[in-house]
Each structure stands twice: as C-alpha cells, then as structure tokens.
C-alpha cells in the first residue's frame, strides 16, 4: 500500500543542506508514531510540494530507491521533506565546487558523471525521468555513499518548471557525454515497458487534500502511453548517421 506519512519539524533544528538556491534544510522530524528521523526539509508553493511528494511516492513504487518521502503540514502551507539518508550528491562526494574552473574540473566533472551513468538503477532512472518530466536531474541530485545510490529532488517534474525551463532528460544528455548512450538507450527502452500506471492513482489517493491541486496521475498516464519512442528520442538515431554518411 502506497502512503505518505505526516511528520512534524522540530522547531530549531534547521540548518542549510544545499546550494541555497532554493533553502533546503536538514533537521529533525517526528513521525506519527513519535520516532525522531533526520530530514531535508523544503518549503515552495502547493504546486512544488505537490511535485516532490507526488513522484516520491510513484517511484518508490516502480523500483527507484528514493528517499522515503514526508508531508509537513505548516502554519504557514504545507512543506515536503525527504528523509535523510546520510550521504552526499555526486558533486559534493567529488568536491567539484572546490575546484576552479579549467581543466582539472572538467575532468572531475567527466568522471562523476561516468559515475552517474554506471548505477545500477540509472536506466530506470531515465526511464522514471522521462514519465514524470524531470528536467533537473543533475549530479547534485544524486546521492551516492560509495556503494548505494539514492535519487532526490524532484521539485522540477510534473510540469512544475519555470516558462522556458529546457526540455531534457538530463540522464540521457550524461550518457551521450560519456560515451555510454547505446547501452543506457537499449537499457531504458526495455525498462519502460515496466513501468506501469499501477501506482498512479494509489498514489494520488496517497496525497493529503490540500496537495490535490493537480491532476498528476493522469500527467503521468498521458507519458506512459509513449514513454519507449520519448526515450529514443532523447539519443541519436541510426537515421541521423546514415543521412550524414550518404550526403
Ligand atoms: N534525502 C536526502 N538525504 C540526504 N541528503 C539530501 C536528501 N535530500 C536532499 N539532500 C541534500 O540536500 C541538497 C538539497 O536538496 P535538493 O536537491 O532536494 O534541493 P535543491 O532545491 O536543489 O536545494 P538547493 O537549491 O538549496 O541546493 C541535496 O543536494 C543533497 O545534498
Ligand atoms: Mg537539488
């Protein structure tokens, strides 16, 4: 059975876990039933909230080890929070702020992203990415302890970007850029085929009233009906290189 759980912020435990784009902050929650559980707490509109609570349920669901997901009720909106799962994102694990720009950067650039590519979960991954419209799957998004991995941030999916916002699956972008399109191409295409509607509306049902400002589950649906020739469209065609080779 599909649920999100309810927790409350203890007051005073916040401080900043990200870039500080948008204020994500690690503190410490009480579930229902009254254990305490450290979490990355993030406050945005109904809309916002609604898309990081929303797919990390359904992807739970599908396979995708995401951080158990947590609804907020505040006094000032509801909030979501991620339950902390105690290790960084690629970019942090790599230190590639610390590092100037130039060379020595791109090259551990280049390998966190070989990294990201070579998860066992990152074909699904693609494939989950490509169903819910997330835009924004970058390395500061992925989690990784040297062993397992573990995929956040969820909060440009469903639609939820700013006007304009690119439209790319940023996993399949990764692989071409390593060299590994072919394998994840083949890899997500057969994994799309497993990816069902099932959860869909166990999920909405999962959703507190106040986060049903959207039809999400069938957003989702309408992606699923063609979600293998959406994600061969992300790479280069057979027909794109042989046009180059006959002009
Ligand atoms: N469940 C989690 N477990 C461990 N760390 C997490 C978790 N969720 C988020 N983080 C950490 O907090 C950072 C910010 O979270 P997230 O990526 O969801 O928000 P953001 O909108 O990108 O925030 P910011 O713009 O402040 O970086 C992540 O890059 C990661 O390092
Ligand atoms: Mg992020």
Redo the contacts with the bound molecule.
Sequence with gaps: MISLQTAKLIAGTET?????????L?CVVVLPDGTRR???L?RGSVGEVAA?AFPGLVLRAWGLPV?EPLFIDEAAGPAFA????????L??RLMLDSLPDGPAKDAATRIAMQLAIQLPTTPLAAVVDEAIDNR?RNL??I?WDGQAE?W????LTLGEHPIGYPDRNKLCDMAQMVGEHDRICRSAVGQALAVGQAPLVSASDAMPINLRNNNYASYVASRLSNLASRLLDRFPKPADLLTNANQ
């Design positions: 900043p876990a990200g870039d500080g784009v948008t204020g994500a690690r450290a979490a990355i993030k990081e951080p991620s339950s902390d799962v105690g290790y960084p994102n970019k942090k924004d500061g998004n989690l573990a956040i941030d969820h909060a």
